[in-house]
């Protein structure tokens, strides 16, 4: 099957229960933010902008757990800000498994190989001969250390009792991955996130977890490089994809402008460029495990026209129930059922090509249109059965691993080609190191690497560091 079946038809289930009562709005995904604090900050990310005076609120454990109940949605996707960051992410996880949700922990990556060790060290049994096989793998293929292992075998009484994310068939981490090497890292703005992602759906892949992937594409975005990033990604054997158009929506459009001097224009998606980009959207759904409906697929192609259902995928964070949508906000609701009362919907959304409010003009997001492909909406003849066919059918086999293909995905910091590499030639110049800037970048750059692999930097979005940088490379370049 191209997906667990146990998970299959739990979604189909819910979808009948729901129409045999004759529901007319319900849930079908939670996007629960339980805190927008990254460690990151993504270009064309406006959350933690749009959020900027509540980064340091979190949702309790118990009110996430509530929200997950109130609008009882099969399947929950944690995300935020980056939810690895969440105090309590491991509670939360065992909470919603406990209600039976399916749950997909979206992830930029950079904490994933924390976690994983966190959980070996709690599972960890010396007689165990697989526990050991396990940690001598993941040092053959450098996904830990030595002084790792070490931590792992003798962990304490409370590293053994810790409560931790464990292999699930119900469980996803949800990778965000925006291309191959070069492109992933721009975007991200931070060269060697995207080694740090492969290395740690590999090392998931080695202890019995589920991965995905989350993909965004953009205006600069190159169609035969998702091409390669879906081969090279199956070819580590990761369960699925879900892929979406880089929208414009009002929080990212100001960061654009406002941090980094940029049009939106030239970075997002048009409807029109959006079916130019997806053209080969259901050829990539045959080849790969893309999850969604293939009238979603359709509709990205620009084969048939979809009507918006964003009130099917809520999001709750730290201010409430945000509406109408995961990208447009109009207000926050106390409660979900005082949302979708309140909302008026037939305000938003495009119909029949004409945008009721210019904000949804561009947008052909998976959060506001996959759901419509399973609920019916604009239903054509025999759009049940494609579904059935696609999701209950065949899984892809993964696209064989070759060096030609790994050559392709790592083609910028670990090949000396980050899109700092003209900045470090610049600063690591004679000239540049006798004005200081070679000290500034180094220092920089050693903070960083800390950040990323200790885990203890819980960034705001300030770039200020970043922007010292780029002056001090400015004047490198002045002085040559």
Same mark, same amino acid.
């Given at each position: 099957m191209r997906f667990p079946f146990a998970l299959s038809a739990k979604i189909a289930g819910h979808i009948i229960k729901h129409k045999v009562r004759k529901t007319p709005k319900f849930a079908m995904v939670l996007q629960l933010e339980p805190l927008h604090t990254c460690n990151l900050t993504c270009t064309g990310c406006g959350r933690i902008r749009e959020y900027s005076t509540n980064l340091k609120d979190m949702v309790p454990l118990e009110k996430c757990l509530q929200a997950a109940m109130d609008c009882d949605a099969p399947m929950v996707s944690i995300c935020g800000g980056e939810p690895l960051i969440y105090p309590k992410i491991e509670e939360l996880v065992a909470g919603l498994?406990?209600?039976?949700?399916?749950?997909?922990?979206?992830?930029?990556?950079?904490?994933?190989?924390?976690?994983?060790?966190?959980?070996?060290?709690?599972?960890?049994?010396?007689?165990?001969?697989?526990?050991?096989?396990?940690?001598?793998?993941?040092?053959?293929?450098? %996904?830990?250390? &030595?002084?790792?292992?070490?931590?792992?075998?003798?962990?304490?009484? *409370? =590293?053994?009792?810790?409560? $931790?994310? @464990?292999?699930?068939?119900?469980?996803?981490?949800?990778?965000?991955?925006?291309?191959?090497?070069f492109t992933h890292d721009l975007i991200v703005e931070r060269e060697g996130v995207f080694k740090e992602c492969v290395a740690a759906i590999k090392m998931a892949k080695i202890l019995g977890f589920q991965t995905a992937t989350?993909?965004?594409?953009?205006?600069?975005?190159?169609?035969?490089?998702?091409?390669?990033?879906?081969?090279?990604?199956?070819? %580590?054997?990761? &369960?699925?994809?879900?892929?979406?158009?880089?929208?414009?929506?009002? *929080? =990212?459009?100001?960061?654009? $402008?406002? @941090?980094?001097?940029k049009q939106p224009e030239d970075f997002f998606l048009t409807r029109k460029m959006t079916r130019q980009k997806f053209a080969k959207i259901q050829e990539w759904g045959e080849r790969f495990?893309?999850?969604?409906?293939?009238?979603?697929?359709?509709?990205?192609?620009?084969?048939?026209?979809?009507?918006?259902?964003?009130?099917?995928?809520?999001?709750?964070?730290?201010?409430?129930?945000?509406?109408?949508?995961?990208?447009?906000?109009?207000?926050?609701?106390?409660?979900?059922?005082?949302?979708?009362?309140?909302?008026?919907?037939?305000?938003?959304? $495009?119909?029949?090509?004409?945008?009721?409010?210019?904000?949804c003009e561009n947008c052909m997001v998976h959060c506001g249109y996959d759901p419509s492909g399973a609920l019916g909406t604009n239903y054509q003849r025999g759009d049940n059965w494609k579904n059935l066919k696609y999701n209950f059918g065949a899984k892809p086999k993964p696209y064989p691993a070759n060096p030609e293909l790994t050559k392709r995905a790592f083609n910028g910091v670990t090949i000396g080609k980050g899109h700092l590499a003209e900045a470090n030639a610049a600063i690591n110049s004679p000239r540049a190191a006798m004005n200081g800037a070679q000290a500034a970048f180094s220092r920089k750059e050693e903070a960083q690497h800390h950040e990323a692999h200790v885990g203890s930097h819980c960034g705001t979005g300030d770039t200020s560091e970043r922007d010292e940088l780029l002056a001090k490379i400015a004047e490198a370049k002045k002085a040559e």
């Open positions: 498994l406990e209600q039976k949700r399916i749950i997909y922990i979206c992830t930029n990556g950079m904490f994933m190989r924390k976690k994983m060790r966190d959980y070996l060290a709690a599972i960890y049994d010396p007689p165990h001969p697989s526990h050991e096989s396990q940690l001598a793998q993941l040092l053959a293929e450098n %996904l830990i250390s &030595d002084k790792e292992a070490e931590a792992i075998r003798h962990a304490d009484a *409370a =590293a053994r009792a810790k409560v $931790v994310i @464990r292999p699930s068939q119900w469980m996803y981490w949800n990778v965000h991955v925006d291309g191959l090497e989350n993909t965004t594409v953009y205006k600069e975005t190159d169609v035969q490089e998702l091409d390669d990033m879906f081969a090279f990604l199956s070819s %580590l054997n990761v &369960d699925g994809h879900t892929i979406s158009p880089g929208y414009e929506y009002d *929080a =990212a459009k100001k960061d654009m $402008v406002k @941090r980094l001097g495990t893309i999850f969604g409906t293939v009238p979603y697929q359709e509709f990205l192609a620009g084969k048939r026209e979809l009507t918006c259902t964003a009130w099917a995928i809520p999001t709750f964070n730290v201010n409430g129930w945000k509406a109408p949508c995961y990208l447009m906000t109009d207000g926050h609701y106390d409660g979900y059922q005082e949302m979708l009362a309140k909302v008026q919907w037939e305000k938003y959304g $495009v119909v029949d090509g004409v945008a009721r409010d210019s904000r």
